[in-house]
Each structure stands twice: as C-alpha cells, then as structure tokens.
C-alpha cells in the first residue's frame, strides 16, 4: 500500500516533468530568438545563448511583414468575436428561456454543423465567396468565421441561461421589462461568466486560425499573422532567429487577451463543472 506522502511525491514528480516538457519548446524559441544569426548557425539551435539582440524582431515584424499581418488578424479576430458571441447570446437567450417549436431540434442541427470535417467544405466556402464577390477580402473571413462559430458558441451558452433561475426573469416581467429589456438588462449580466471564457476562446481561435484565411484570401496584403508566418519560413529558410521572434510577436495578444480574461475564464469553467 502506497503511502499520501509517496503519492504526493509521485504526482508532484510527474506533473513537474510534464511541465518542464511542455515549457521546453517555448524557452527554446524564446531563446534563439533573441539570438544573432551567427550565433545560432555557429553553435546550433540547442546550445546556450552567447549573444543577445532584438534585431530579429524588428526584422520579423518590418522586413517580414509580421506587423502587418497582425493587424489584419486583430481586424478579423476583434469584430469576429464581438459579433459571433452578440448573436449567439441572442439565439440562446431565446432557444434557453422561450419555448420556441423544435428548439431541440435547432440546437441538434447547430451542434452538427461543427462536427462536420472543415476539409469538405473550404472548395464550397471558397466558390461562395467568389459568387458574393468579397473572396480575398478581410470581410469574407469574417463572415467565414462567424458562420463556423456561431453554432458552437450558441450551444454553450444555452447550457448556462438555462441555469439562471426562471423566478428572476419572472420578476422583470412584473416589473413590466419586455424581452430586450430583460435580454440587455438581466440576463447578459448574469452570463458574464460565460461570456468573457468564451471570448478568450473565440479570440485564440480566430486570431490563430490557418485553414479558413488561406482558403478565402489570397493576397499577401491581406493575409492575417498565422499564414505570414508561413511566409516569414519561407523568407528566412534558415534565420531560425527572425522566425522565432515572428512567432513569439504573434503569440503576444492571446497570451495577453487570455490573462486579462483569467479570473472570468476560470469562473466561467467552474460554473460549467457545477452544472
């Protein structure tokens, strides 16, 4: 029999090594990017740092066209977000506290869709766009990555307003709130929670995504920071210094957007293991 202090010790063992692990990769990058190229393609990428710049992230984000890239990708992440998660608040509100024909149904087709496997719809994605005449633009990934979110996050979000008491809307409506009333003033307070995880979600989801921005656009001008990067490899084949310093440039807003949203991100999950 195994003692609490053995196990203890096993589980703080291994926890530590598969942190250590996980964090291995991303000191590595850290550290060759601030690195001069001599000094990587002397000494390889595994060896400790003899030197230190900040050249390879003004190369990144000017020469290799990073800054760019990641404001087009705040310009489709940011209004992204901001309308996928208004109108999916909208319809669960609806679908959790009305009692609309077939909501069931609706929520079924909605969470089918986001099973369906991406890579047998980015040809139809791809001509619909062309027909609508908005392919190669920021406007056409915006309303790609709407249309694929909204499904999911409705679906969610339905799971927690159906948690908030009926007895609370019941005493809007006596106060005499009528549906956008209570919508704007009840419910959407009570769902922060869920809110702000999911937009921490949708953010590094969008702001990350390769499939559906190589699949509607195609100008180097309008691509977002994940494809430029891409790019930035094949523009510094083997300036492991300028494409590590790329990567982390275009890690810096989900990591920021994730600790800002931390404390409700972490709610947000607790309410869910609850229900």
């Given at each position: ?105 609706i ?22 766009t ?17 249309g ?11 799971g ?9 809307q ?12 209570i ?31 190589i ?6 001008t309008?691509?977002p ?14 300036t ?10 275009a ?9 800002r ?11 869910g293991?609850?229900?």
């Open positions: 029999m195994i003692s609490n202090r053995v196990r203890t010790f096993l589980f703080h063992a291994g926890a530590g090594t598969l942190s250590v692990l996980w964090l291995l990769p991303i000191a590595l990058v850290l550290l060759t990017s601030i690195r001069t190229f001599d000094d990587v393609a002397s000494n390889g990428l595994g060896s400790l740092p003899g030197s230190f710049t900040l050249e390879p992230f003004a190369q990144a984000w000017g020469e290799g066209g990073v800054g760019g890239a990641m404001l087009n990708s705040l310009l489709v992440t940011v209004p992204t977000v901001l309308l996928s998660l208004a109108l999916s608040a909208a319809a669960a509100f609806a679908l959790s506290r009305y009692e609309i024909p077939f909501r069931r149904s929520l079924l087709v909605m969470l089918a869709g986001n099973l369906l496997p991406p890579q047998i719809l980015l040809v139809p994605v791809a001509k619909l062309e027909v609508l005449g908005i392919y190669d633009t920021l406007t056409a990934l915006v309303i790609v990555q709407v694929f979110g909204l499904g999911f996050y409705t679906f969610v979000l339905q927690f307003l159906r948690a908030i008491p009926n007895e609370i019941q005493a809007a409506v006596i106060d005499g709130a009528g549906p956008i009333r919508f704007w003033s009840v419910i959407l307070p009570l769902a922060r929670p869920a809110l702000a995880a999911l937009s921490a979600l949708a953010f590094t989801w969008v702001f990350n995504d390769l499939l559906w921005a699949t509607v656009l195609r100008s180097g309008v691509m920071v994940t494809p430029a990067l891409l790019g930035l490899q094949g523009q510094y084949v083997s492991w210094n300028v494409i590590a310093a790329g990567s982390v440039l890690a810096i807003p989900t990591v920021a957007v994730f600790l949203f931390q404390k409700h991100f972490i709610s947000g999950l607790a309410i293991a609850v229900k």
